[in-house]
């Protein structure tokens, strides 16, 4: 079964500086993508940044970038310059073969000022 | 920029009674889901939707449960005989291709609190 594993639940960093979310994944297909999404205390579930995987190149939005290594089925994201509004809920995820969105536990991510 | 929206944001109900939560996906989507999230736990899929028919579902998602897409835009998730522990966030989602293809698009959530 496809698993997606964050093994930080809470992380903080100081304002401005950066910070890196780990995720582990496990899944047997060849072609997938990855995404990182955020729940602010509003609840919603946006979209922060998305990989292919079979694209080298890790993503890249603005402050938010990914380190994908696909050998070791590692999926992390770094923000730098850490904002407040960047305080929130943060889910791993990846889609399977049956169109069904697996997520991880989530880390929560406190922005220190 | 197109979104998801979900209608109520919150809705309160008594343990046994039927809740209706609605949901406009994104116009040219074709593929609709819902998940919830219990509070403080993590998001769990309970069902996908394509073509006028659950594509796939969740061992969550038993005969309590049911979907519709009664017209051309909206996409609705009903709870018969709703319990207490149904009480937690739930999320519509839509994209415009199956999951593995492209980003699904979240609603902002419905809270459903069951008293």
């Known amino acids: 079964a496809q698993t997606v594993t964050q093994s930080q639940p809470e992380m903080s960093v100081q304002e401005a500086e950066t910070v890196t979310l780990s995720c582990t994944y496990d899944t047997s297909e060849s072609d997938y993508y990855l995404f990182w999404y955020k729940q602010p205390p509003s609840r919603q579930m946006i979209l922060v940044i998305r990989?292919?995987?079979?694209?080298?190149q890790n993503a890249t939005e603005n402050r938010f970038s990914v380190n994908f290594q696909k050998a070791a089925k590692s999926f992390s994201l770094k923000i730098s310059d850490s904002q407040l509004g960047d305080a929130a809920m943060y889910f791993c995820?990846?889609?399977?073969?049956?169109?069904?969105?697996?997520f991880g536990k989530g880390t929560r991510l406190h922005i220190l000022p | 920029e197109p979104e998801v929206t979900q209608t109520p944001s919150h809705q309160v109900t008594q343990m046994g009674q039927e809740v209706i939560l609605r949901c406009v996906p994104i116009s040219n989507h074709l593929y609709f889901y819902w998940y919830r999230q219990i509070l403080g736990q993590k998001v769990e899929f309970l069902v996908s939707f394509y073509n006028n028919e659950i594509s796939e579902k969740s061992e969550i998602f038993d005969d309590q449960f049911s979907v519709e897409r009664p017209d051309g835009s909206n996409f609705t998730l009903k709870i018969r005989s709703t319990k207490l522990e149904d009480s937690a966030m739930y999320f519509c989602?839509?994209?415009?291709?199956?999951?593995?293809?492209?980003?699904?698009?979240f609603g902002q959530g419905t809270r459903l609190t069951v008293v």
């Open positions: 995820a990846s889609p399977n073969r049956d169109d069904k969105i697996i």
């Open positions: 989602a839509s994209s415009e291709f199956s999951g593995g293809v492209t980003e699904a698009f």
């Open positions: 990989q292919e995987a079979y694209k080298q």
